[in-house]
């Protein structure tokens, strides 16, 4: 066997060695250029660079971040356009400062977090119950960090007032992509602090004010609290009303005890929690639907640190956001404070929705800026086919194709931070709050599948680096996935755009259309020919649109519904035409803003009235929709999932 091996490679070397006269083998040093040809190199040497680590000299180059504020001209841009000049000189050099952290401190602890993801230990090693949910050490120091950097307060502390939600939005928008899914409990947070500023204080229940409060606003990290969300039940969905099975059985002294199972709780290492349940009244009945559902307040633990009538059961094992604690938790006996008034639980939910749908809106964007800014790095790193791979024209168009959908998705996100810090102010317009109510579903599930789109496309952008797990890529794909399924999917955020039309009596729809065609007049006028062609083209959108709703009007309502959908993402692609060219038409927009809005405005801003004329929401249609989908099911299947 050993004479067979030295033979073998005795007649591999003559081969190359009779080869050498007409084979050049060019390899790189270990500084990438080319080297000379070993053209006269005796075949050791050309073997020299895989011996003993058989690896060669070529490795992968890294992507690096960079600042990601000073990298990021869409927002400087908008910061600069919107935000009074002498906001803008107080809380630029914080986000400066913020956009190097979230590139190397506090990136490292949210990749840790990723590599480390919580645990549930039901006993001990004696088979005492003790039900200890375990987090890395990079989870509770991003705990601190949310603290000590405001990252919830600044929208309550009011500092510059309307303009502290942008600043709020801004720094979280840098925070997301590197805070190891910790972004989650924040915006629960902010959820919960929504929540509680909305009650009139006369009727606000005083541990709202005495212990919540001051707790959730904290920037001391030992006194910063986060509080979760428990609104989903084992029959799930959006349709909490026919969901919620919880109960709340009153106690003498006021305080009510839970009894039912949560099956989504996101975030179980929180402090406290608002969740929903229906009260037993002295004859042991509760109402059914919504007029039965109220909404609680709890703690997670006992002043002595034991759980307050809670039973984790299990952590879910899910696709993504795996660094998140979620559990199904059994209430058995939680003790809990009624905080709205018997039956109007839903109606509080309305105020915490509009939060945590800003906050997955936010998340979108910022994944999709930064797999853009991992990926242009990488461009200009990367040789494939003799030069830099961002020197490849089809490159960069597909990079700039990502980029045009996500200044687009900025620009709808900070416009919607920009109204809600307007209404917390008291400062907002009839017409503001009315925008505000539809653009929260539209940018939520708009912005959404965009980021999953954008994301997939990114990985690409590294060839089979972005499949590499180690590389940290896969796991922005899989952290995207649960952006259109959390805080309601794209099919009912987008009946919640017509439950809005219609309990408005089409006021909502009326404003949202005068504000559009008020931002492309005006965009109109800027003088570049570019901008007011897209203007023409934004403008006929908002007309199809009108028509198309004068058509369907009085026709059959299953019409309108199965429209939903597309409907609502022509509300969003013509709501962000309108947004990116008011931005291109500044007096300091660039060419590439210019740009941006151009190529938008020449996609099909209206996919509904393109359907609508191709017969997809006709009757028949609706029918053969379901005839292809159930085409050879039969109910007899041989296993379950």
Known sequence: MYRSIKSSQFRYLNTITRLKSSATVQLKDS???????????????????????KRGNFFQPEAQLENQYLGDAPLRGYLQRVVPKEVLAKISPDLERFGHRVATDIYKLGRECELNPPSHQKYDAWGNKVDELITCQAWKTQHRISAQEGLVSIAYERKFGPWSRVYQSAKLYLYAPSSGLYGCPLAMTDGALQTIDRFDKTDRHPILSERAWPRLMSRDPDQFWTSGQWMTERKGGSDVAAGTETLAVPQDDGTYKLYGYKWFSSATDSNMSLTLARIVDQNGQVMEGTKGLSMFYLEIRKPDGSLNGIDIQTLKNKLGTRQLPTAELLLDGTKAHLISQPGRGVAKIADMLTITRLHNTISAVAGMRRIISLARDYARRRVAFGKLIGDHSMHMQTMARMEVETRGALLMMMEASRLLGLDECKMASEDDLLVLRILTPLMKLYTAKQCVAVTSEGLECFGGQGYIEDTGLPSQLRDAQVLPIWEGTTNILSLDVLRSITKTNGKVLEVFFKDIRRRIVAA?????????????????????????????????????????????YSLSRTYIAALLLEHASWSEATPQDVTAAVRWCDKDL????????????????????????????????LSKM
Request: aromatic share 4%; hydrophobic share 35%.
């Open 606 to 637: 209206c996919p509904v009235v393109t359907n609508h004329v191709h017969g997809e929401y006709s009757l028949k249609s609706i029918h053969m929709d379901k005839c292809l989908v159930m085409d050879g099911y039969t109910d007899k299947p």
């Open 524 to 568: 109109a006028k800027s003088g570049n020919e570019d901008v007011h062609r897209s203007c023409l083209s934004a403008n006929i959108s908002v007309n199809k649109l009108t028509k198309f709703l004068e058509n369907v009007a009085g026709k059959e309502p299953t019409v309108l519904e199965v429209a939903a959908r597309d409907f609502a």
């Open 31 to 53: 500084n990438g250029d080319s080297g000379a040809t070993n053209q006269n190199k005796p075949p050791q040497a050309k073997m020299e660079s895989f011996s003993v680590a």
